[in-house]
């Protein structure tokens, strides 16, 4: 009897299986405009300066990439394309190629990922990609959303608060708020990311 | 003492709700703004990503609001890589992220073959009728992709007309490909010309030697 509830209790897992169980579906993206919030911030459309960050022309050098996703209510929030991308901006269907100038941290297609540029004043953090958003971010709030918000990096809890979140090299990061979404590990990034 | 505890395990087990998985696919992103999914790497040359993009338009035209994913690679499939060389599978899931209140009618294709989702059984069977891409790289998925969407139309009772496009290419991500009377000609070429000239410097040391 307890070896049967033991591999019950061990089919629900997988953790470290070389061969992963495919998934039947995934959360889709929310219902309004709540969980679509727009790439473009006031101070971005501008320009100025956010936290600290300046906008500047080029693609920069030796760029990487973090991972983003978020949830609220267990529905998907998109990370738009554009953040920290100056106007006008060079669209290409979903993504955002280029703009007038760009900050250290920014997205250029809604999968989530996030260029960063290493050698900025201080270490990216994630608080950078939401104040370059316009989007509030902290330990009860998440862009539209109130409450507790959990945070994940790389499949671990994150105690802190979630600002101070540092965008390493391939980081994979997960916000949700308002119920549990299993947090992936890790992700494939793009090839020169 | 046992069996109470055996029991309790037994019930948490089953008390434990299933997890719902997080998304994390590139595709499921994209095809939220645009109606195709293109791959990371090897790209898709231009004539054929944009004859692929306006043929899916056209039947977008005449009523049929298909999306479609190119998969090439485990990048393209982000936080689900185990997907790769499944597109039946891909499909389900893939259309499980991206439909709302109502299905959205979805075409995966991988080197492996198609996958369809929320598209009539009728539509789907066609398929079977059309090779699978010749190829992984980028110029055959892109094509294959064309040529299923073809088909899909023709299924449906609005058939669009094939596109025209380049001769296909040999090689992956760009457009000609270097000839193959280059690619062994050149180094061979290079190996005759420097026999050569050793064999004329020897000549020249044993004439200045003798």
Same mark, same amino acid.
């Given at each position: 009897m307890a070896a049967v509830a033991l591999a019950l209790l061990l089919a629900g897992c997988g953790a470290g299986d070389p061969h992963p169980p495919l998934p039947r579906s995934a959360p889709g993206v929310g219902p309004d405009a709540r969980w679509r919030p727009p790439s473009l911030s006031h101070a971005v459309a501008e320009a100025s300066p956010v936290a600290g960050l300046r906008c500047s022309p080029g693609p920069g050098r030796g760029r990487y990439g973090a991972h983003l996703e978020l949830f609220a209510a267990r529905r998907v929030v998109i990370v738009a394309p554009g953040i920290g991308i100056a106007p006008p901006r060079r669209r290409e269907g979903a993504y955002v190629r280029g703009g007038r100038c760009s900050y250290p941290v920014r997205t250029r297609e809604p999968t989530g990922v996030i260029e960063v540029e290493p050698g900025a004043p201080r270490a990216p953090r994630l608080s950078d990609l939401f104040a370059l958003w316009g989007q509030p971010l902290g330990r009860r709030r998440l862009a539209s959303f109130r409450g507790p918000v959990e945070a994940y990096v790389g499949g671990r809890r994150w105690d802190g608060d979630p600002r101070a979140i540092p965008l390493t090299r391939h980081a994979q990061i997960v916000l949700e708020i308002g119920g549990h979404v299993q947090p992936h590990t890790r992700y494939r990034f793009p090839p020169g990311l | 003492m046992r069996r109470v505890l055996a029991t309790v395990v037994l019930l948490a087990a089953l008390a434990i709700p299933p997890a719902a998985h997080a998304d994390g696919d590139p595709a499921s992103d994209v095809l939220l703004l645009q109606d195709v999914y293109l791959p990371y790497q090897p790209v898709v040359p231009k004539p054929v990503s944009s004859a692929l993009m306006a043929t899916v338009k056209q039947l977008h035209k005449k009523g049929y609001p298909l999306k479609v994913a190119v998969i090439a690679s485990q990048t393209d499939l982000g936080t689900v890589p185990q997907f790769l060389g499944r597109p039946g599978p891909y499909a389900s899931f893939l259309e499980s992220e991206i439909k709302f209140n109502k299905a959205k009618p979805l075409l995966v294709v991988m080197e492996a073959g198609y996958g369809t989702a929320a598209v009539a059984p009728n539509l789907a069977s066609s398929l079977t009728a059309v090779p699978k891409p010749s190829s992984g790289s980028a110029d055959a998925l892109g094509r294959a992709a064309i040529a299923a969407v073809l088909k899909i139309a023709a299924a449906d009772g609005h058939p669009i007309a094939a596109p025209k496009l380049?001769? !296909? *290419?040999? $090689? /992956? &991500? /760009? $457009? &000609?490909?270097? *000839? %193959?009377?280059?690619?062994?000609? +050149? %180094? +061979?070429? @290079?190996? !005759?010309? &420097?026999?050569? @000239?050793? !064999?004329?410097? !020897?000549?020249?040391t044993d004439r200045t030697a003798s």
């Open positions: - | 380049p001769k !296909a *290419s040999s $090689g /992956g &991500g /760009g $457009g &000609g490909g270097t *000839s %193959p009377a280059i690619i062994f000609g +050149v %180094p +061979v070429l @290079l190996l !005759a010309i &420097g026999g050569g @000239l050793a !064999a004329l410097r !020897a000549r020249q």
